[in-house]
């Protein structure tokens, strides 16, 4: 007889608040709604939700303090991309109007959705594994491991996503589809630790996490301003 598992609602995952982590920044460049260049810049929560969003033309960026003031707010975040290097490149092309140290701790922290979904992938894994060893020593006839949903391909991920945001400009569209690939990540995580956690010999591997431990310890190193970290 297959061992039961528990129910979804006994199995609550915090949605938004991870303690000691502040979240993401999201960079695009791109046209705007006028075709005129621009940075869009989205603050991120560490699950993916977006707590602010602005997009500012270049031509405008030495001319006033706005994104100064849009940047320091992004002061113990990641940044997030595809790769590593399009959101140091342009936080780079904007580096002149910004401190020092602000550029310094940005271009310390980074983070990219491939490396974040091989973080799940690599987790699945341990969990089916797992789930053989109990199977050799149980009576009990144990089922695989069923995930609520798969892990998406990094590269069909960004390519549904991009055409999927409806924005009022293509820089925001990028901005967008970014941060929904963050969202959907996150989801998938806590999918694969509602499933994990309902088999209670699975339990001893610790309580559901919002998100993967390396995932969130390179968030955390940036909220504490501390040395720069990576995936």
Known sequence: MAEPEESESELAIPIDYVPGARGHAVLAVGPDADGAEAVAVWRLSPTGRAGGAWVVRLDDVAKEDQLLHIMWMLQGRCLVGWDPET?????????????????????????????????????RSAYAEAVDRQRALSKSKLAPLAWPSEVPDHEDLA????????????????????????????????????????????????EPQPLPPRWLAVLRAAADKSAPATI
């Not at 342009?90 to 491939?114: K, N």
């Open 87 to 123: 959101p140091v490149a342009i936080l780079e092309s904007v580096a002149h109007v910004l401190p020092p140290e602000l550029v310094s701790t940005l271009r310390g922290h980074v983070l990219t959705v491939p490396e974040l979904l091989t973080e799940i992938i690599d987790h």
């Open 159 to 206: 390519i549904r996503l991009a055409v999927q945001p409806r924005a009022a400009s293509p820089v925001a569209g990028t901005a967008l589809a970014l941060t929904a690939a963050v969202t959907r990540t996150a989801q998938v995580w806590q999918d694969t630790e509602q499933a994990r956690y309902r088999r209670k010999y699975l339990r001893a591997l610790g």
